[in-house]
């Protein structure tokens, strides 16, 4: 059970250390929360408490340290509705232990969900903020098929990619976590408040950062770590080779995490990131039911993909060799057809009373041609008929 003075300690050092800061979390398990941020404020009870580390930055933690009020930003959290999720409370998601020494001190969060019940059933769909309206088409369906089959959808609230997803898994009334670069009490981007909003009263807002801290650009890459460990997979639509999608679907296989991508066009620098993915050790998916298929439980299996399945495919081989000896444009005579077919003409005949009866065929005289009347469609949807 996490003691008071603990949470305490804990919310101080979110505003002392920035996000991944793996020297912090060395002296945080070497000394506890407690006595990391004691040793901050009163250095002269351990003058070498902190040998080994830049001088520069143990001065940096020292002056933030003075200057933390952790009571202020639990009150503040508080009266939003939120709270501050650290390791061992009941509601922390373990699997962010995998980070080991870059593991969040804790993490703010905002909204009426159990943070560790949906990481435990949660994907990450992350990709490009200036997305074409393909990318943003396959993210949304991507996460509302998630959502729909009780998939918690995660995700960094950007625009384009991010954003899409979000909204998908709302339009589907599902599930749907965002993870921001900032204070939780800041919609950022700014033009993501109404987004963040709605995600906060159905989902989860939530960040390593203390009420009213601002994102910057070292912060969004360090927040993608969050990301990647806190899924079972990370899916990446649509990004170009330098995008910090790519971080979040690298940290995820360092990790162990499923690393999947949705191809688009050969043609877009947009898909290039995620070409170069699909080219190591990423998996292609595109639709919910294949990312369900890698994180999901043993037997939850896509449905197998064929082609269109189209009429003449359900002949017998007898009666297809005939329709394939038919001349196009013509009528010919059964004897003809015999002999293009390598049956005898009674069989031939037979079989073109059967395709005569199926509309494939129509006789004209003693002769008979292809039927100009087509045949009933193909079947193209997945699994045929």
């Known amino acids: 059970m996490i003691t008071y003075e603990e949470r305490l300690a804990r919310a101080a050092l979110t505003r002392v250390v920035e996000?991944?800061?793996?020297?912090?979390?060395?002296?945080?398990?070497?000394?506890?929360a407690e006595g990391f941020l004691q040793r901050l404020r009163d250095p002269v009870d351990d003058p070498d408490a902190f040998a080994g580390t830049g001088a520069k930055r143990v001065a940096g933690w020292r002056r933030r340290a003075a200057s933390a009020e952790p009571r202020r930003d639990l009150d503040t959290i508080g009266r939003q509705g939120g709270r501050l999720v650290v390791p061992g409370d009941l509601e922390w998601p373990r699997q962010l232990d995998d980070l080991g020494d870059t593991r969040p001190v804790g993490l703010w969060a905002r909204g009426p969900a159990d943070l560790r019940t949906w990481a435990l059933r949660?994907?990450?769909?992350?990709?490009?903020?200036?997305?074409?309206?393909?990318?943003?088409?396959?993210?949304?369906?991507?996460?509302?098929?998630?959502?729909?089959?009780?998939?918690?959808?995660v995700s960094g609230a950007a625009f384009g990619i991010d954003g899409a997803a979000h909204r998908g898994a709302l339009a589907a009334r599902g599930a749907t976590v965002a993870v921001?670069?900032?204070?939780?009490?800041?919609?950022?981007?700014r033009g993501h408040a109404e987004l963040i909003g709605r995600v906060a009263e159905q989902g989860l807002v939530i960040g390593e950062l203390p009420?009213?801290?601002?994102?910057?650009?070292?912060?969004?890459?360090?927040?993608?770590?969050?990301i990647a460990a806190l899924t079972r997979g990370t899916v990446v639509v649509e990004a170009e080779y330098r995008s910090g999608s790519l971080v979040t679907a690298r940290a995820a296989a360092r990790l162990g995490r499923h690393t999947m991508g949705v191809p688009g066009p050969v043609t877009s620098g947009l898909s290039a990131g995620v070409h170069e993915l699909l080219?190591?050790?990423?998996?292609?998916?595109?639709?919910?039911?294949?990312?369900?298929?890698?994180?999901?439980?043993?037997?939850q299996l896509a449905p197998a993909r064929r082609g269109p399945v189209l009429a003449r495919d359900l002949?017998?081989?007898?009666?297809?060799?005939?329709?394939?000896?038919?001349?196009?444009?013509?009528?010919t005579c059964v004897g003809e057809i015999a002999d293009r077919s390598g049956a005898t003409p009674d069989d031939t005949l037979v079989r073109l009373y059967e395709l005569h009866s199926l509309g494939f065929v129509e006789?004209?005289?003693?002769?008979?041609?292809?039927?100009?009347?087509?045949?009933e469609g193909a079947n193209a949807r997945r699994g045929g008929t």
């Open 19 to 32: 996000p991944g800061d793996v020297h912090a979390g060395r002296r945080l398990r070497q000394y506890g």
């Open 180 to 189: 921001l670069a900032c204070g939780v009490d800041i919609p950022y981007p």
């Open 211 to 226: 009420p009213a801290s601002h994102p910057t650009p070292s912060r969004f890459i360090l927040r993608n770590r969050v």
């Open 363 to 375: 006789r004209q005289g003693d002769d008979w041609r292809l039927t100009n009347t087509p045949t």
């Open 122 to 153: 949660s994907v990450a769909v992350v990709g490009a903020r200036a997305c074409t309206p393909y990318g943003a088409h396959m993210a949304t369906t991507l996460a509302s098929g998630l959502a729909e089959e009780g998939w918690v959808v």
């Open 315 to 331: 002949l017998a081989p007898d009666a297809a060799r005939v329709l394939e000896a038919m001349p196009a444009g013509r009528a």
């Open 279 to 299: 080219r190591g050790e990423a998996t292609l998916v595109t639709e919910a039911a294949e990312v369900i298929e890698l994180v999901g439980d043993m037997g």
